[in-house]
């Protein structure tokens, strides 16, 4: 199993609902996608960043099958300007 996480500090935090929405429009676009779960900065939590996702792929293809497809490249070209990102990829 491979865990994806990614972290994004947005220009306009306020851009999080919206970019919370166009990611989730990736949710099982490919086979050997088990979890895939984004969320915004909660208020009154402590957080660096406006937006996370946390996704469970089977194996490094389901993962790459994933950064390479169609959807996930059209949803990164549209997705509100970011000032940064993490990320954080491993094998459990």
């Known amino acids: ?17 919206p970019f919370k929405q166009l990611l989730e429009t990736c949710k099982g676009i490919v086979p050997g996608m088990r979890e895939f779960e984004v969320a915004v900065q ?9 937006v996370a996702l946390y996704s469970v792929f089977d194996d490094a293809a389901s993962l790459q099958a994933y950064v390479v497809h169609p959807r996930h490249q059209e949803v990164v ?6 000032a940064s990102r993490s990320v954080f990829d491993y094998k459990t």
């Open 77 to 82: 070209a549209t997705l509100p300007a970011r």
């Open 42 to 50: 909660a208020e009154g939590l402590e957080a660096n960043h406006d």
């Open 1 to 17: 199993m491979i865990k994806h996480i990614v972290m994004w500090k947005l220009v306009d935090a306020t851009q999080a609902p």
